[in-house]
């Protein structure tokens, strides 16, 4: 039951020799990961608390603390790592998923937003910046 090996992390040593003796993934896993890319996730940690369509989850071997997203049809599902001492149902993931919304259509492009009076470069493969593609609702 731990993120040993887990969620796309690569095999590769530990900085820290404690990290390495918990055994556990966390500390090479990116801030935001789907949770579709991370199947042992639920698995591997434990569920403490429920809020408003998150749940709170602790790595069972190092303990540190992971936001999932409450499962929605329409929505991509995040685990989102929770930093030391934020609280965890106020924590603000959307500059990471802003950016992974970028990452995973590859970047910017050098033209323009069409959104009236913006100035941004668009996300590759659509019209839009990312301000404005995730204000429709589009997370990858």
Not at 28 to 35: E, R
Not at 126 to 137: A, P, R, S
Request: proline content about 4%.
């Amino acid at each position: 039951r731990t993120l040993n090996g887990a969620c796309g992390a690569r095999d590769k040593p530990y900085s820290l020799g404690v990290a390495r003796a918990m055994n556990c993934a966390c500390s090479s896993l990116p801030d935001l990961i789907k949770l579709e890319a991370c199947p042992s996730f639920e698995k591997a940690t434990v569920r403490l608390a429920s809020g408003n369509w998150v749940h709170l989850h602790k790595c069972s071997t190092c303990g540190q603390l992971w936001r999932l997203d409450e499962w929605d049809k329409y929505q991509t599902q995040f685990v989102v790592r929770i930093p030391a001492g934020a609280d965890w149902e106020q924590f603000d993931a959307t500059p990471l998923q802003k950016d992974f919304l970028v990452q995973s259509r590859g970047g910017l492009t050098e033209e323009h937003c069409i959104w009236h009076g913006c100035q941004e470069k668009c996300v590759k493969g659509v019209v839009y910046c990312v301000e404005h593609l995730y204000q429709t609702g589009a997370r990858e």
